[in-house]
C-alpha cells in the first residue's frame, strides 16, 4: 500500500524559510506528477507547486520567486523549498502524487496527511 510521508513543517517567523519533503513509500512503480496542494481555515485547498516527469513545473502566481519544488525519482521523494515566507503562507501543506503503484497499470492519486507550516512573529 502505497504512502506518502511528509515532513518539515513548523513554526518560522516572517521572511523565514522552511523545507518540505515527502516521500512515497510501499510499493511505487513510476510517478508522472509530485507536488504540494495547502489549505488555509475557510480556503479551498488550492495547488501551490507541482513537478512533472518530463520535468515541466507549475508554480502559484503567489509563491513564484519565493518557492522552488524539486523531485528525486531515485527515491521517490519531492521538495518544496519555501523562502521569504508570509502569514498568508500559513497552511496545512499536503503532498500528493499521480502514481502507478507496484502491480498496477494505471495512475491513481495519492494523499500526504498533511504538515502545518505556520508564520508568525
Known amino acids: 500500500q502505497v504512502q506518502l510521508v511528509e515532513s518539515g513543517g513548523g513554526l518560522v517567523q516572517p521572511g523565514g524559510s522552511l523545507r518540505l519533503s515527502c516521500t512515497a513509500d510501499?510499493?511505487?512503480?513510476?510517478?508522472?506528477?509530485m507536488g504540494w496542494y495547502r489549505q488555509a481555515p475557510g480556503l479551498q485547498r488550492e495547488l501551490v507547486a507541482d513537478?512533472?516527469?518530463?520535468?515541466?513545473?507549475f508554480y502559484a502566481n503567489s509563491v513564484k520567486g519565493r518557492f522552488t519544488v524539486s523531485r528525486d525519482d531515485a527515491q521517490n521523494a519531492v521538495y518544496l523549498q519555501m523562502n521569504n515566507l508570509k502569514p498568508e503562507d500559513a497552511a496545512v501543506y499536503y503532498c500528493?502524487?499521480?502514481?502507478?503503484?507496484?502491480?498496477?497499470?494505471?495512475?491513481?492519486?495519492?494523499w500526504g496527511r498533511g504538515t502545518q507550516v505556520t508564520v508568525s512573529s
Open positions: 510501499g510499493g511505487v512503480r513510476r510517478i508522472n506528477v
Open positions: 500528493y502524487a499521480d502514481l502507478m503503484a507496484s502491480g498496477s497499470f494505471y495512475y491513481s492519486h495519492y
Open positions: 513537478v512533472a516527469l518530463d520535468g515541466s513545473i
